[in-house]
């Protein structure tokens, strides 16, 4: 018995210790024109150290590399990546865009969002799509 409850507590203590990277390479479709939200999204979350690496035109563009995101796993099992971009423009001027996707691990389905924290912007530009899981390779 006591043996039992031994191995069971070694079980349930290894539990989250096991860390899970899974890259997700995601085809979005915005609903606006102006390229806040790109047509592909290469997003890698580590389960066990809760952090995650994200890739986009954005990302590549102003970055030149994946860039760190925050993670979290919801109540609702989805996962939580945030990150944000600092953008110039022809004025030139910086604009800070917070990024914010949901990915669903059981149906693979994204949800992308941005807002733009220093700028009265209306109508946040958003995007919805499906997700594939790249086995053997992250951004990490």
Same mark, same amino acid.
């Given at each position: ?6 191995? *069971? &507590?070694?079980? $349930? *203590? &290894?539990?989250?210790?096991?860390? =899970?990277? $899974?890259?997700?390479?995601?085809? $979005?479709? +915005? +609903? =606006? =024109? ?10 890698? @979350?580590?389960?066990?150290?809760? /952090? ?6 954005? @990302?590549?563009?102003?970055? +030149? ?15 939580? @990546? ?17 990024? =914010?996707?949901? $990915? ?6 994204? &949800? ?9 912007? /209306?109508?946040?530009?958003? %995007?919805? %799509? ?11």
């Amino acid at each position: 018995m006591l043996k039992a409850i031994i191995a *069971t &507590a070694l079980v $349930i *203590t &290894a539990a989250p210790a096991i860390a =899970e990277i $899974i890259t997700y390479d995601c085809t $979005i479709k +915005g +609903g =606006e =024109e102006r390229g806040w939200i790109h047509d592909r999204l290469l997003t890698s @979350v580590d389960t066990g150290s809760k /952090s995650a690496m994200v890739l986009d035109g954005l @990302v590549n563009h102003y970055n +030149g590399a994946p860039d760190n995101a925050g993670f979290k796993v919801l109540n609702s099992g989805k996962f939580r @990546v945030r990150w944000s971009v600092l953008v110039t423009d022809a004025k030139p001027s910086t604009i800070k865009a917070n990024y =914010e996707a949901q $990915i669903d691990p059981k149906s693979n389905k994204v &949800a992308i969002s941005v807002r733009f924290p220093l700028v009265n912007v /209306s109508n946040r530009p958003r %995007g919805k %799509g499906n997700c594939q899981i790249l086995k053997g390779k992250t951004l990490f």
